[in-house]
């Protein structure tokens, strides 16, 4: 039995928007980090890195799953783990910008994902 062209158009819609927010928001939001420089000189090397691409990661999927409250949860954790840190201002500015700029890429990617599903 053939797959029906409309279901592999489907998979390719969600393989792509994934591909997306993992590639083209890392350049994003290295770009946009790159033009506020900061030496935090602590934390694992490239851990800022993997938490940005989980992060844009577990965003996407909550858009795609229609659960728009429970991306609170995404900042809630972030804060959480960086509450000391976020004591300093500076520091506090860069975790905004950084953190902001990936959840709205990966929200933008997700409703632009859902729009498309639906015109299918």
């Known amino acids: ?3 029906p062209w409309h279901s592999i158009s489907v998979v390719a819609i969600y393989f792509f928007a994934y591909l997306l927010v993992i590639i083209a928001g890392y350049y994003l ?7 506020f420089p900061i ?7 490239h851990a ?13 999927t909550l858009v795609l799953l229609g659960q728009f409250t429970a991306i609170s949860l995404v900042l809630a954790a972030k804060s959480i ?23 709205l890429f990966a ?7 859902v729009w498309l599903l639906k015109q299918m």
């Open 107 to 113: 929200l933008f990617v997700g409703l632009v994902t």
């Open 81 to 103: 783990a960086r509450f000391e840190d976020l004591k300093k201002r500076e520091f506090a500015e860069y975790y905004l910008i950084g953190t902001f700029s990936s959840m």
């Open 29 to 35: 939001v290295h770009s946009i980090l790159s033009k």
């Open 1 to 3: 039995m053939a797959i």
């Open 48 to 60: 800022g890195l993997a938490i940005g691409v989980l992060e844009r990661i577990f965003t996407l």
């Open 39 to 45: 030496d935090d000189g602590a934390g694992l090397k």
